[in-house]
């Protein structure tokens, strides 16, 4: 067999299906896994499996976890269940792809890496990002040396599904989401996109954060993620306790100087990713609102733009992209790539280049968070 029939082969088991978990579901598919149980809450697990046509469901994660018929497990549950989800995959032997961010803490973060090292089976961050072509366009340009030396980066990651007072999701209390928000549930897309692009760690941090709502509205009843308010809603007003942005200045262990906005009540930027890496013989610039397109800026010539598909955006996504130039691959598509990747490894033996976010990488993503908290408190540069 072929690595694509052997794909073929392998079963998924997805817990959580809200916003996130029907992406992973959806880029399942398109690869050709076989998606054959449904892990989420009583009131929708029978519903959401007849929608999408999941043959086995689960209340219970455990159960589903103890069923022959499932090989990899994809945790698409909220963060505070990452932790004991990942946990419970892994010493049942699954192979295991959980959403970011990896954990609540570096506590348990750290019990996951213990125990992904000695499980013999696949484990990955679902840091989707390093999938666009263009990011593992720029991570190969950056190794060659075609920018030079770096010198320095700089982004944003921007969204404003929480812009307004009664705008509401479990992510706002840190109970459910971590006490880091905006930082841990996007800033850490774009801190392992630029690790990722760069070879390199980020070692130190100075952070400011602020909250724009100190009081915010609660919806009474569950809401789902970036549902909007109606008029016929009722609320609780309650204290918010995470930031509703974050401006960063980052130290990577190569040397490189980084600075990194974060903001989730920045009207207009939907699901906005920038990234601009400066070297030494040129700079190169991404959005993730315009995926396909690569930016370069020279001193002396005059600037340049690559579309992928073309010979100056490279080979950097090679394996990596289905369709032929023009036709755009964006969101979706990196969740497929990412899987590819994992699911590659996995039929692999692990063998060949490993490209997805390992449990390392996501412990190393909560470890910046945490200093990122400490040098908010104190005010001044933190060691990660
Ligand atoms: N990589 C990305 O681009 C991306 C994007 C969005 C969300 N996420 C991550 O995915 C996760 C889920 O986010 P979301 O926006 O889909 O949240 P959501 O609230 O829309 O969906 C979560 C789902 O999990 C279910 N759930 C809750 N507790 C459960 C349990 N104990 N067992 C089984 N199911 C349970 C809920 O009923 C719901 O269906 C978060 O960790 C988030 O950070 C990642």
Redesign the pocket.
């Known amino acids: 067999m072929n690595p694509s029939e052997q794909i073929n082969q392998l079963r998924a088991g997805v817990?959580?299906?809200?916003?996130?978990?029907p992406?992973h579901i959806e880029a399942l598919r398109r690869l050709g896994v076989q998606v054959v149980a449904l892990?989420?809450?009583p009131?929708?697990v029978q519903s959401?499996a007849a929608k999408h046509g999941i043959p086995q469901t689960f209340?219970?994660?455990k159960t589903m976890l103890q069923s022959p018929d499932v090989d990899v497990v994809h945790?698409?549950?909220?963060?505070r269940?990452?932790s004991e989800?990942s946990v419970a995959a892994l010493k049942a032997g699954k192979h295991c792809i959980c959403?970011?961010?990896l954990a609540m803490d570096t506590r348990e973060t750290a019990q996951i890496v213990k125990l992904a090292k000695s499980s013999g089976t696949v484990f990955a961050v679902?840091?989707?990002?390093r999938f666009y072509p263009a990011v593992l366009a720029l991570r190969k340009m950056v190794a060659r040396g075609d920018l030079g030396q770096i010198i320095h980066v700089n982004g944003t990651y921007f969204q404003d599904w929480l812009f307004k007072e009664t705008d509401y999701?479990?992510?706002l209390l840190p109970q459910e989401?971590g006490k880091l928000r905006a930082v841990a549930?996007i800033g850490t897309?774009w801190m392992d996109t630029a690790s990722f692009i760069l070879g390199a760690k980020i070692k130190s941090v100075f952070a400011e954060l602020d909250t724009f709502h100190k009081t915010r509205k609660r919806p009474l009843g569950e809401v789902?993620?970036?549902a909007k308010a109606d008029a016929s809603m009722k609320y609780a007003t309650y204290k918010v306790e995470t930031e509703d942005f974050a401006s960063l200045l980052l130290r990577f262990d190569n040397g490189t100087f980084g600075n990194l906005a974060v903001s989730q009540v920045a009207a207009g930027r939907k699901n906005c990713i920038r990234l601009e890496v400066y070297g030494s013989k040129k700079s190169a610039a991404w959005c993730s609102e315009e995926p396909e397109t690569l930016r370069f800026g020279n001193r002396d010539g005059a600037n340049e733009v690559a579309v992928r598909g073309t010979p100056a955006f490279g080979d950097g996504p090679a394996g990596y992209v289905d369709y032929p130039a023009g036709h755009v691959e964006g969101?979706p598509d990196t969740?497929k790539m990412h899987f590819r990747s994992v699911y590659g490894r996995i039929v692999s033996g692990g063998k060949g280049e490993r490209l997805h976010a390992t449990a390392e990488d996501g412990h190393q993503e909560v470890a910046v968070c945490e200093a990122i908290m400490r040098s908010n408190a104190k005010k001044g540069w933190v060691k990660v």
């Not at 945790?75 to 963060?79: E, K, W």
């Not at 679902?126 to 990002?129: A, G, P, R, S, T």
């Open positions: 817990i959580g299906t809200g916003f996130i978990g992406v892990c989420d809450v009131s929708i959401m209340t219970d994660y945790i698409a549950a909220p963060n269940f990452h989800m959403e970011k961010p679902n840091y989707n990002v999701n479990w992510r989401g549930d897309h789902q993620t970036y969101f969740f």
